[in-house]
């Protein structure tokens, strides 16, 4: 076995140490707003619920490793002490994962990652539509836990309005796990789901990816793709060029002998069996056809 002291390593080589020994650890997905009522969404797995009488959520915006600074949500909550946080299933992963983009102030995660801002009824932050549990809360304190990069930050928040989806409930009203399908964080790129164990998402792109509000309507409205594929179509920073549309085009053309004269709603068919297996790149090569 190999031992190490705190003080030996680097915040970065501790920081990755923790959050692959401590996992799958849930994820609070955060809903804020500044103090001129811009919202920000963001994920953290620094998270869980600590009472139920009162009902208290704690969750915790770390300073960052790589140069000390905060995150916009630490900066809300210290202005607005409201927080609404919600629950990220599998349906939803990727557009929670593209939301943790560290877009400039001002960007409305909510819109990057192509989810719906719900107005709550006791807190200002909006929730997301998309989650099958949302919890509005007051933020009672915020404990600081120390001022260098990676130091954390307790949002110690209390539960004001609880929200399910009925599609989530049993007949006697408790949770039904597999039905809520919740996901959770590991070590680097790997999540956790209920019902089937690991699987990996690439991290956003430090470039910033261009965005579910980029995508060409067609892509955006469609009735056959999923957030989760939108999610992966949205974290690129550049789109294929028509030279290499048409000649990916030709090189399916043998196998797919329609592909030139399909509908979108065909073409969309096949792009999600190519982001299924992760071909993010092929898929947009066919939206663009």
């Known amino acids: 076995m190999v031992s190490f002291s ?20 849930p994820i609070a997905f955060a809903s804020t707003i500044d103090k001129d009522g811009n919202p920000n ?22 300073r960052r490793v790589r140069d000390n600074t905060t ?16 629950v ?25 990652a192509g989810l719906t801002m719900l107005p709550s009824e006791e807190v200002k932050p909006f929730r997301v539509a998309e989650s099958p549990i949302q919890m509005e809360c007051k933020v009672n304190e915020v404990v600081k836990l120390g001022t260098e ?14 929200h399910i989806s009925e599609e989530v409930l049993n007949e006697d ?37 261009i965005g579910v509000d980029n995508l060409p309507d067609h892509v955006k409205n469609s009735m056959i793709l999923t957030g989760n594929d939108l999610g992966m179509l949205a974290n690129v920073d550049v789109l294929p060029s028509n030279d290499d549309v048409e000649q990916f085009v ?26 299924s297996y992760g071909d993010v790149e092929s898929a947009w090569k066919l939206l663009l056809s």
Do not use: W
């Open 6 to 25: 705190p003080k030996d390593l680097t915040t970065g080589r501790l920081h990755g140490y923790l959050l692959s020994a401590v996992a799958p650890r």
């Open 41 to 62: 969404l963001s994920p953290f797995s620094f998270f869980n619920v600590f009472s139920a009488n009162p009902p208290v959520l704690i969750f915790s915006p770390a």
């Open 71 to 86: 995150k916009h949500t630490l900066e809300n909550v210290e202005d607005v002490s409201e927080v609404v946080i919600n």
């Open 88 to 112: 990220v299933n599998y349906d939803i992963v990727h557009q929670m994962s593209l939301s943790s983009t560290e877009y400039p102030e001002g960007v409305n995660e909510f819109e990057k």
């Open 149 to 162: 990069g990676g130091a954390g930050n307790l949002v110690i928040c209390e539960v004001v309005k609880l």
């Open 173 to 209: 009203d408790t949770i039904n796990q597999e039905a809520l399908d919740l996901v959770a964080r590991a070590g680097g790129s790997y999540y956790s789901r209920a019902k089937s164990g690991f699987f990996e998402i690439p991290k956003p792109l430090k470039t910033m990816g």
């Open 250 to 275: 030709n090189d399916i053309s043998e196998r797919y002998p329609e592909i030139k004269s399909s509908t979108h709603r065909e073409k969309h068919k096949l792009a999600r069996n190519y982001l």
